[in-house]
């Protein structure tokens, strides 16, 4: 151990030290490739640590470092919080690992050897930069061991072999988990109370409790996963030891291929083989003759001959006009997604012909089955593990009666918000039905009892995913033009040509196999027809535009039959499937009356205006959208002549934090009158506020319970949260068609792709203004508040 003590310079009674000794136990880190070439590189270098691997018993106290307590000289030291990681699991646990230690041994020395190589490659100019960049990389790597140090010691086989398979990087494979399979995401939650601060992870099997180097912030305040996932290319590059290379320094295939268009790609991956071993010449030498051969040509950017000098008149305005329009064309055309890969129509349909060049057969084929799975995955946005349970009838989540033509969707619960059980709130129907075209129906009960027939178990159905997928690809292959389906996110192409059209809907997404992030926070309010016309009408509009009709009366062989568009039935009585938090007008409507009786009965001045504040704030929820807490709910920025509301929630500085609500009169007058008597109580106007033991405290969801008020009042309160109008408004904003930039907007879903406020916005504001104002006033009505 010379080396390693030498290596820490190490003291004796050093706490760190001991306890990786400990933890190394009886491997010889003298072998450990990444620890000699530290050794080496700190050598040839003569690169010093800027702060020693020690932590001297008089300087820290064991006990307040099991409490997860960070010495205050590793903050600005990245490098050393592996280190401090391992130690502090070390210090609570004593179960044994079944991974060998070398290999989490192995990221800790990799990361500190890598990050010593990038940071000396940093430049004057860079430096804060890359600092800042490395010690993000580092708090990821950390949060991933934490996690990886305690399932290590779990003799689970879904753990071992998810997390600790053979492969090049246990870091990398732990971000490809997360990202790819949400599920397996979800199970790690945050306690984020006062007095504990710990990860849990929770399946079926087993339920762990992961203490963690660093402290965790709450959810609301930081995904705990985002920056996780985000750090995947960094790391990537940071083991090429280029991580704080400019742009322009590394090797980049897209500024060697820029000149040669996308359809190409065959000949640009052939281009950029060849390109490293020719000289300058040699290389435009074999550009022309590439492009060439491949008839390929430039693609000239387009330059208006308009003179429009001087049509806006500074930078500022130019720069907001820019964003705003490239704000709408990435929301429709992005999206949250790579739309660069989706067909468009008219090559889908051509390579759905070729596909279906053979009519149906009479017994079981497997690549007859993998067609059908993927045309309905093309229609409906399944992949191939649900599809399967779909033709087998064992998906939870959707069900299929061929007879009547009708799927039955059953919705995430993890997208609604979470259900209540009390008096107020009821539970919503959590199903949406929609109808599939007759021929498509045809075909799918034709596999269907093919199956049925062989007796297939949906077992072998399911270990077939690897054949379809290869299958799907060879016959793309063999298209004759090039066309790139993604079989692992098919749902992406109905989604694609859903905003391709320009509906927002988002409601679609109910229906089909995945969803993006962004939409979770529209879903959590969103409501949608249990008899979903929409998506009935959408998926018939698909299948027509698709040729589908055609393709499947060939495949048939009913070529005379003429498959026609249904009107989809029309529901007398519509019910909707949406947010459990849509409180009823009934129980508002007492609560309203209920409030206003005792405002005018009230003998104590100090209790009237508590109540008047009460009314105010959960009348503001429902016309205004306002959240929880404190800050979305203040009046300082009112225009009576706008009729229009600022509200700066998070951010004063980010668009995202902006808010400008339309007032509909029965809101103004709301405001007005609360406003009037914090003039008579010498109160501010700007924030809400109550009379609590005679002083005056900001109204909050946890400051009122300290009143003494009628049990009818509390008890609504207690169970009724201070955002239950968000839920209300967006329940009758689609039920009524509202447009879904407006509800956004009002929302405050930036995120998802709303347009940017200005002059130079997208959005129409004055629809805006005024359709939401009319809906607002409408509420004002059905609950009971109108002025």
Known sequence: MSLLKKFFNYYEDDILFDALIYAINKISLEDHSNFKDILKYLEIESTAFHCELKLASEN?????????????????????????????????????????SRDLLEIIFSFHLHYLRNKDLSKKENKEVIYSRLEKLANAVVRILDILFVLNCEDDDWVQDTYFKPCTSLILNFIDVIQNNQIEEKKYTIDDSKTKNYLKYKCETIELIINTSRVLKAPQEEPFFTYVKASQDDYKVFLKDEFSLTRKNRKSNYSRSKL??????????????????????????????????????????????????????????????NRAISAKYTKRNLFSMDSYDIPPKFLLEEFFVFLFTDTIFTRLN?????????????????RYQQATKILFSTNENITLDLEHRYVTAKIDSALFAKEVNNTYFKKNNKEVVFKTPYLLS?????????????????????????????FIKSVTKKFDKKITISTKSIERISIAYLREEGKEDINLLFCTASY???????????????????????????????????????????????????????????????????????????FFKKLKQLINY????????????????????????????????????????????????????????????PLCDSALNIIKKYQAACITHEVSQIDMHLYINGEIIPFTAESYKHLT?????????????????????????????????FIDAFLGHYSAGTEQIGIYSTMNY?????????????????YGVSS
Request: charged letters at 25%; one cysteine or more.
């Open 442 to 470: 045809l075909a799918l009960a034709s596999q269907k009892r093919k199956l049925e027939q062989e007796n297939i178990k949906l077992f072998l159905a399911e270990e077939m995913e690897k054949k379809y997928h290869e």
């Open 366 to 382: 497997e690549n007859e089955y993998f067609k059908i799975i993927l045309l309905l995955g093309v229609l409906t946005g399944q």
């Open 260 to 321: 040669i268009k996308k359809e190409n790609l065959e000949e640009i991956s052939k281009y950029l083989e060849v390109i490293e071993e020719k000289t300058s010449f040699e290389i435009h030498t074999y550009a022309e003759e590439v492009e060439q051969n491949s008839n390929t040509q430039y693609a000239n950017r387009q330059i208006s001959n308009e003179n429009n000098v001087d049509v806006v008149p500074n930078k500022h305005k130019q720069r907001t006009k």
């Open 516 to 590: 993006s992030q962004n939409d979770t926070a529209k879903l959590t309010y969103s409501s949608v027809q249990k008899e979903s016309q929409f998506y009935t009408s959408f998926l018939q509009e698909l299948y027509f535009s698709l040729g589908i009709n055609n393709i499947m009366a060939h495949y048939l062989k009913v070529d005379n039959y003429k498959e026609v568009r249904e009107k989809p039935s029309i529901v007398v009585k519509r019910e909707y499937v949406g947010s459990q938090l849509g409180l009823s007008p009934e129980d508002a409507n007492k």
């Open 709 to 741: 008020l009628d049990q009818e009042i509390q008890d609504f309160m207690e169970k009724v949260p201070l955002n239950f109008g968000r839920h209300v408004f967006t329940k009758y904003a689609v039920e009524k068609g509202l447009n879904r930039n």
């Open 602 to 661: 009230a003998s104590n001045e100090h209790t009237r205006f508590n109540l008047l504040a009460i009314y105010t704030r959960y009348a503001l929820s429902l016309l205004v959208g306002t959240r929880t807490f404190n800050q979305s709910c203040s009046l300082e920025n009112i225009s009576h002549a706008y009729k229009i509301m600022k509200l700066s929630e998070k951010s004063e500085t980010k668009i995202s934090g902006i808010r400008v609500i």
């Open 766 to 782: 004055k629809n805006y203004i005024t359709d939401v104002s009319n809906l607002t006033e409408t509420l004002a009505h059905i």
């Open 60 to 100: 820290i106290n064991i006990k307040e470092l099991k409490t997860g307590r960070k010495p205050s000289n590793f903050q600005d030291k990245p490098f050393l919080w592996p280190y401090y990681a391992y130690y502090c699991y070390l210090l609570n646990t004593d179960k044994k690992p079944l991974t060998p």
